[in-house]
């Protein structure tokens, strides 16, 4: 079933989005600082960077506030207590994700959020041994595709050496119908938008 498609080495972009080189650093620094104190700084930072996620999708004033590149320094630094309180409401926020965010709003890096909290989930999954698979399609899958997907997809090589697979369905319009599956460093794209792009590729060059 999946090996119908395109494999492509880079992420589409109807698909999970791809976090920038600057983000990708951020996430790196943030994974290396709590996995250094502990295993159980690793999970809390993760939690912390899950809750501030789900905020900034939730919250239309702190998505507006993380990619406002025309605020100032001092109300960048001003707004970071808002990201702390979405991200821990019961126990103190983390030294690890403070200073992150500290980095990230004086570097003028805010709008990187989360491409970094992305990147800093493929590091923690690959360190458990996780494999992340991200099913993008027009509309919600049944939970009967979703199970006979991931059947299929722990036949793959990839998955067989992973500890736990994950599958994650992510709704995006564009892709018309089919579905884009992202998992590692590939993407297999199963899209009408992508054979329909394609289509369009081949008659401008018949032109």
């Known amino acids: 079933m999946l090996a119908a ?7 589409s972009t109807l698909g999970r989005r791809a976090a920038s080189t600057i983000a990708l650093k951020y996430s ?15 999970n809390k930072v993760q939690t912390e960077l899950a809750s501030i996620s ?36 019961r126990e103190p926020v983390s030294d690890v994700t403070k200073n992150l965010f500290l980095v990230l709003s004086e570097n003028g890096r805010l709008g990187e959020t989360e491409g970094v909290i992305d990147g800093f989930n493929a590091l923690v999954s690959r360190y458990k041994g996780e494999l992340e698979v991200t099913v993008t399609s027009a509309a919600p899958l049944t939970k009967d595709v979703l199970t006979r997907l991931e059947s ?21 319009p564009s892709v018309l119908g089919g579905i884009v599956v992202d998992f ?3 993407t297999i794209d199963l899209s009408v938008s992508s054979r329909v792009n394609k289509l369009n590729t081949l008659l401008q060059q018949s032109v």
Not at 5 to 11: D, E, S
Not at 30 to 40: E, F, H, I, N, T
């Open 152 to 172: 299929t997809l722990k036949q793959s090589q990839l998955a067989q050496q992973a500890k736990v697979l994950k599958v994650t369905n992510k709704v995006n």
């Open 28 to 42: 790196q620094a943030v994974y290396s600082a709590a996995l250094s104190k502990s295993p159980q700084t690793l």
């Open 54 to 89: 789900s905020s900034i999708k939730d919250v239309p004033a702190l998505n507006t506030y993380i990619h406002n590149p025309t605020l100032s320094a001092k109300d960048r630094a001003a707004g970071l207590d808002s990201l702390f309180k979405a991200a821990s409401k």
């Open 5 to 11: 498609g395109r494999v492509l080495a880079k992420p």
């Open 184 to 186: 590692g460093d590939k």
